[in-house]
């Protein structure tokens, strides 16, 4: 038998090789026999091509030929021939031809798979996760992949091009403060001591720029130990940028222009100059501080509308300090669908939402409102600008609580009425964002961000006086309502560090303890520096239109941070625990 060496991928041949000889490896995708003709679609990373076997040809071929079943590795070699037009399949690179096989090999047989190696895949994501190399089979995921690849392929080029070096920083680290839970690692060699798996390489990066280094950045992974959402891995990728003497225009145009030559490997083109907006603006307008501004419904201010009302729930409220915002929608809803969306901001927590409901015949509102009076409902349709066949929405609460509920019932209408217009790519710089916010839980200040995020710096007078009101120079970069990234300017004063981490709660003996280090190396020569961190996979999971990280991330985790694949997290043997000086707790 002749030894067969592959001469061609299953996505290149097309009638212009007509005649050729080729040798093709593959998966055998799918086997018809048409009485004695048989035939077999071949994939491989590149394609599909049709490979045919006649009896006449080569009996012993033909005969193995029946004996092939679906992922089985095969090699053939036969002649490039044109399908008859009839047989022409348009929707394939090779539709044209079909290769007429002279030779058949089986590379390697398959047990019969759990489900099949398609796009249109109904299995759960469970037994898909568990036999993950099938699922990454799929066309679909060959393709996401084969995306993934061509951006990191073109951030690393845009930013050398730009002076930036990518430099690694360690796993085995220590804490940092990025607000989640680490993941630990305990040490062989000092046992009760652990490394921390890096939450991001903030601190590294930070004293990258002491060193001198100027223009970093770093595809890396990052590890948080959160619950987990669809939109959450325990591990996942950034696009980690730091910089030496920043000037904030000069950085987002650098950011800006990556995000340009990101969309550019799926031929989209995106307007340059993001628009920025200020965090109370965000909050104001959107109710959320990552505004979808690919559509309006803005939300809108009625406080003081009620606070003229007639006596009334609303008025009550008001005057106790709530404020009452909304928002006016077109739409016209019956008292199911209504239910629904009552029910929709209760599972947020607290009250529902009250309407007001504008018709041809005129206006019906819930009891509360109605109690307010005909001339707050005037003031409010007529401020609402809210005509026939609208609907105004309003919740009563704590200002940031009313805004983050409607910003919530926004996005939920958009997604029940089809507001959002497809193949449009909305970025946004938010900015301005308070330095701190208060955790009632703990009755102490936290960091928005992080604490080595700047303050401006006309309000470092204000510090101690007015924590709450400090601005952070800090910012996030959102597209079409999705957080992609989020960094700042740093501290990069000693003095100021230490007070912040005072502000925080940490007494200079714990600051000393995690950070000295960093404090110390902020005393000997620090330039003014500020960078971001965006998410490569959130990136990629909206350029290739994925439902999920998973869709994106070869090897994820479920929900419960497991690997169905390999099954890890996994027990250990005793004596791997013994090296390590540790004893489990069965409780
Ligand atoms: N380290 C930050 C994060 O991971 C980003 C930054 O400030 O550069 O969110």
Request: glycine share 12%; proline share 11%.
């Given at each position: 038998m002749q030894e067969m060496t592959r001469t061609h991928s299953c996505g290149e041949l097309t009638a212009a090789d007509e005649g050729k000889e080729a040798v093709l490896m593959g998966w055998v995708n799918r086997r018809r026999d048409h009485g004695q003709l048989v035939f077999i679609d071949l994939r491989d990373r590149e394609g599909i091509t049709q490979v045919v076997l006649h009896p006449e040809r080569d009996a012993d071929a033909h005969q193995q030929a029946k004996t092939l079943r679906s992922e089985f590795v095969i090699a053939v070699r036969g002649k490039v021939s044109r399908r008859e037009t009839d047989l022409i399949n348009p929707n394939l690179k090779t539709g044209e031809i079909e290769v007429d096989v002279e030779q058949v090999e089986v590379l390697s047989e398959a047990k019969t798979i759990p489900f099949p190696i398609e796009d249109d895949i109904t299995t759960s994501e469970d037994l898909r996760l568990k036999y993950r190399y099938l699922d990454l089979r799929r066309p679909q995921m060959q393709a996401n992949f084969h995306l993934r690849h061509q951006v990191m392929m073109a951030i690393r080029s845009y930013m050398d091009r730009l002076g930036f070096w990518e430099i690694e920083t360690p796993f085995l680290t220590k804490s940092t403060p990025e607000g989640a839970r680490d993941y630990l690692v305990p040490s062989r060699l000092s046992h009760g001591s652990f490394y921390a798996l890096p939450q991001s390489p903030q601190i590294f990066k930070q004293i990258l720029m002491v060193s001198g280094f100027e223009k970093y950045f770093q595809i890396v992974r990052c590890f948080r130990d959160e619950d987990l959402r669809a939109d959450r891995q325990p591990e996942f990728t950034q696009i980690d940028v730091e910089v030496s003497f920043p000037d904030v225009d000069a950085f987002f145009a650098v950011m800006e222009g990556l995000m340009e030559e990101v969309f550019k490997v799926r031929g989209i083109e995106i307007p340059r100059q993001f628009p920025r907006m200020n965090y109370r603006e965000a909050m104001d307008r959107?109710?959320?501080?990552?505004?979808?501004?690919?559509f309006g419904v803005e939300l809108q201010d009625f406080t003081e509308i009620f606070r003229k009302a007639e006596p009334s729930l609303f008025r009550d409220l008001v005057e106790q300090g709530k404020t009452v915002r909304g928002l006016v929608a077109p739409v016209s809803y019956s008292r199911r669908i209504l239910d629904e969306i009552d029910a929709f901001v209760k599972q947020l927590g607290g009250a529902g939402v009250a309407w007001i409901k504008v018709t041809e015949e005129g206006r019906t509102a819930v009891p509360p409102i109605k109690k307010a009076g005909t001339v707050a409902i005037d003031a409010i349709l007529a401020q609402a600008e809210a005509g026939p066949g609208e609907m105004v929405f309003m919740i009563a609460a704590d200002r940031n609580d009313a805004l983050t509920k409607l910003g919530a019932l926004r996005l939920e209408l958009a997604r029940r009425e089809g507001w959002i217009p497809p193949d449009k790519w909305n970025f946004l710089w938010v900015v301005d964002f308070p330095l701190f916010e208060f955790d009632a839980v703990e009755n102490r200040w936290t960091s928005l961000h992080h604490p080595f995020t700047s303050p401006v710096a006309e309000d470092l007078s204000i510090l101690e006086s007015d924590t709450g009101k400090v601005r952070a120079r800090a910012y996030d970069l959102v597209l079409n309502g999705v957080e992609c990234g989020g960094g700042s300017v740093r501290i990069h004063s000693s003095a100021v560090q230490a007070q912040i981490f005072k502000l925080l709660g940490l007494s200079e003996a714990e600051a000393n303890e995690k950070f000295g280090f960093f404090l110390e190396a902020l005393q000997y020569g620090t330039p003014p520096h500020g960078g971001i961190a965006l998410g490569l996979d959130r990136i990629i999971m909206l350029l290739a239109r994925g439902q999920s990280l998973r869709d994106v991330i070869a090897f994820p985790k479920t929900a419960r941070a497991v690997d169905l694949m390999s099954g890890s997290p996994s027990p250990v043997v005793d004596q791997q625990l013994k090296e390590l000086g540790i004893r489990t707790r069965k409780s």
């Open positions: 959107y109710g959320s501080d990552k505004p979808d501004t690919r």
